[in-house]
C-alpha cells in the first residue's frame, strides 16, 4: 500500500505501468486489448482506495472528459489514430492514472520545497520544445506551438501550476514513448484546419491541463449534486411497513 500514498514511488509505479501495457499492447490483438484494458482499470482503482469523495470525483470526470476528447480527437476528428483503428480499452483509466501521477508529482517533498526552479525549468522545456518543433524536428509543429502557448501561460498564472507541470512531464514521457513504438500516430496536419503538427506535438499536455481544470472545476459540484439525491432506501422501507 505505501506506493499507492507515496508520492515519487507511485508516479515511477505509473511509469512503468504505462511502459509495460503499451510495450504489450504493440503485439495485442483486439482481445487481448481488452484484457490489458481491464488491467489498467484494475490498477486506477487500486490507486483510487487511499482517495477522499472529492478525489475520486476528480479522478473520474478526467476519465469521461478525457474519453470524450480522445473520441473526438482519434475517431471523428482524425489527428492521430491508435494502432488499430479503435480507442484502446486502456485509454480511458490511463487517463486517470496520469492525472494521478501528477498530482503525486507536484504533491512530492522536491517539487513542494522547490517550487520555482521545478516550474522553471518545465517552463523551459515546454517553450524549448515548441520553439525546435516548429523549426528543427523535422516537420513544422503548429499545433504543438500552439498547446505550448497554453501550457506556459497556465504554468506562469495558474493556481494549481505544479500540478500542471507534472501533467507535461506524464503527458511528455507518455507521447514521446507512445508514438515511438507506434501504439498511435499523429496526422501531419489536424483534419480541415492549417495546423501542421508533429509527431507528437510538442505541447500536446496543453490539452490534458483541460481535462485537470475540469475535475477541479465540477468535482464539487458533482459531489454537491449526488448529495442532494433524494435517498430512496428509508422511505422504500416505511412504504412496505405501511403496506
Known amino acids: 500500500m505505501r506506493v499507492l500514498t507515496s508520492p515519487l514511488p507511485f508516479a515511477a509505479a505509473v511509469v512503468a505501468i504505462i511502459v509495460a501495457f503499451l510495450g504489450l499492447d504493440h503485439f495485442a490483438t483486439p482481445p487481448q486489448q481488452l484484457a490489458i484494458g481491464a488491467a489498467t482499470w484494475a490498477a486506477l482503482l487500486a490507486a483510487c482506495i487511499p482517495l477522499e469523495a472529492e478525489g475520486r ?10 474519453t470524450g476528447a480522445e473520441i473526438l480527437g482519434s475517431i471523428v476528428i482524425g489527428a492521430y489514430e491508435y494502432r488499430l483503428g479503435n480507442l484502446p480499452a486502456f485509454v480511458p483509466p490511463g487517463h486517470g492514472l ?4 501528477a498530482l503525486r508529482i507536484s504533491q512530492s517533498r522536491p517539487v513542494r520545497r522547490h517550487r520555482r526552479v521545478f516550474l522553471s525549468v518545465v517552463i523551459a522545456l515546454a517553450a524549448g520544445w515548441g520553439v525546435a518543433g516548429l523549426a528543427l524536428l523535422g516537420r513544422p509543429d ?4 500552439v498547446c505550448a502557448v497554453l501550457l506556459v501561460y497556465v504554468l ?6 505544479t500540478l500542471y507541470a507534472g501533467v507535461f512531464i506524464m503527458v511528455a514521457l507518455l ?10 500516430s ?13 509527431n507528437p506535438p510538442s505541447g500536446i499536455a496543453g490539452v490534458y491541463v483541460l481535462f485537470e481544470i475540469a475535475a477541479i472545476a ?3 459540484r458533482l459531489l454537491a449534486a449526488l448529495h442532494a439525491l433524494p435517498r430512496v432506501g428509508p422511505r422504500v422501507a416505511v412504504a412496505g411497513g405501511c403496506g
Not at 496520469?98 to 501521477?101: D, E, G, K, Q
Not at 503548429?142 to 506551438?145: I, N
Not at 507521447?175 to 498511435?184: D, H, R
Open 57 to 66: 470525483a476528480r479522478v473520474g470526470i478526467v476519465v469521461l472528459v478525457a
Open 98 to 101: 496520469v492525472y494521478l501521477a
Open 142 to 145: 503548429l499545433l504543438g506551438a
Open 156 to 161: 506562469i498564472r495558474g493556481r494549481g501550476a
Open 175 to 184: 507521447e514521446l514513448y507512445g508514438t515511438a513504438i507506434g501504439a498511435w
Open 186 to 198: 499523429w496526422a501531419e496536419a489536424v483534419p480541415g484546419t492549417p495546423l501542421s503538427a508533429g
Open 218 to 220: 465540477f468535482a464539487p
